[in-house]
């Protein structure tokens, strides 16, 4: 069984920041890859970004220069700085790992954190 919690969402104005964290708890072998997904309100889950275990990122246009993603992997912490945040960036945020136990590989999802823009 694998667990991803989330944390670090909350209410922040326009301009301002913000840092989640997602943590992988269970019966890890590895991690491929861990990254952020996200949903507006009436609005289907989008990509945000991806990290993969060697470093390597990438991010949806919409957040690129913005927002950056990092990783602990001895903490099995993914990481997303969000900066320069606007009122569109408002949704809940989904942590998504790709991990691997002793039994298979499969794809793993937080419980998701709210993140709130004010204009």
């Known amino acids: 069984q694998v667990q991803l919690v989330e944390s670090g969402g909350g209410l922040v104005q326009a301009g301002g920041s913000l840092r989640l964290s997602c943590t992988a708890s269970?019966?890890?072998?590895?991690?491929?890859?861990m990254g952020w997904f996200r949903q507006a309100p009436g609005k289907q889950r989008e990509y945000v970004t991806t990290?993969?275990?060697?470093?390597?990122?990438n991010y949806a246009n919409s957040v690129k220069g913005r927002f950056t993603i990092s990783r602990d992997n001895a903490k099995n912490t993914v990481y997303l700085q969000m900066n320069s945040l606007k009122p569109e960036d408002t949704a809940v945020y989904y942590c998504?790992?790709?991990?691997?136990?002793?039994?298979?590989?499969?794809?793993?999802w937080g419980q998701g954190t709210q993140v709130t823009v004010s204009s």
């Open positions: 998504n790992a790709g991990v691997v136990t002793t039994y298979k590989a499969f794809d793993s």
């Open positions: 269970g019966s890890i072998v590895s991690i491929n890859y």
């Open positions: 990290i993969t275990s060697t470093g390597s990122t």
